[in-house]
């Protein structure tokens, strides 16, 4: 059975107040995959968020964890562009750059299960958004037939993982998004740049650089400048500008 947990999230920015829900998303046999859905009021899109790592956010019953990733620290900074946000969590690690499941059709068959759960619950524009190793997520999934690539709008990928790529026929609008200062070896500039480079003449594709914010620790840490430390509200106010203006 499909379990619900309320959250008042409050000190939102212009004011609004919305109730974010833990909704957990069944699958097969096997343990959910549990989301948190943070509405905002006449939403125009919701944007479906993959966070890097192994991809585990550990969300509580009561949306609460400890995962500090750009996503997470970010998440209440969409509802001032009329944008629903859910983060999606995974019950297993997908590992990671030296060894990964995201490609895998477990993994692949839970984010068609989110993006219909989300499409038929809201009847809004689904967009999806990988971060990091987040990106082979959403790439995999654009690439994966035209069956899926309908099923949603557009897809954005930011400080893009080395081996993700997007299919020539892939005819979704794409933004692609890094930080110049990301020194990770893992998601070098080049891997966001090619992204749009390999786009289609005339497709609505669009690359966007940030600079500035702090970098801490390990460089291929949401702390660093990978993670857009001290610049989530640029980096937010990029994807939900190109997400209503497409």
């Not at 969300?59 to 999606?88: C, E, M, P």
């Not at 989110?114 to 990106?135: A, C, E, N, Q």
Request: charged content about 20%; some cysteine.
């Amino acid at each position: 059975m499909k379990m619900i947990r309320f959250i008042g999230v409050v000190g939102m920015l212009l004011s609004t107040s919305v109730i974010a829900q833990v909704l957990d998303v069944p699958y097969k046999d096997d343990a959910p995959t549990r989301t948190l859905f943070l509405p905002t009021k006449n939403a125009k899109a919701v944007v479906l968020l993959f966070p890097g790592g192994g991809g585990v956010l550990n969300l509580q019953d009561d949306g609460s964890t400890r995962n500090f990733h750009t996503f997470v620290r970010s998440k209440d900074l969409w509802a001032q562009y009329g944008i629903d946000a859910v983060l999606v969590d995974t019950p297993h690690s997908l590992g990671d750059g030296r060894g990964h499941a995201r490609a895998t059709r477990d993994h692949q068959q839970r984010i068609v299960n989110v993006v219909s759960y989300y499409r038929d619950k809201l009847h809004l524009p689904v967009w999806i958004f990988g971060h990091s190793m987040g990106t082979v997520s959403v790439t995999e999934f654009v690439n994966g037939g035209k069956e899926k690539e309908r099923l949603i709008s557009g897809v954005i990928v930011a400080g893009t993982f080395k081996s993700a790529t997007i299919d020539s026929d892939v005819s979704l609008p794409v933004l692609a998004i890094h930080h110049v200062g990301d020194s990770c070896g893992s998601t070098p500039f080049a891997a966001s740049e090619r992204i749009i480079t390999g786009r289609p003449n005339k497709s609505k594709a669009q690359f966007v650089q940030i600079d500035g914010g702090i970098s801490e620790g390990d460089v291929c840490g949401s702390m660093a400048y990978h993670g857009f430390n001290q610049r989530e509200a640029e980096f937010i106010q990029t994807a939900a500008q190109f997400i209503l203006q497409h």
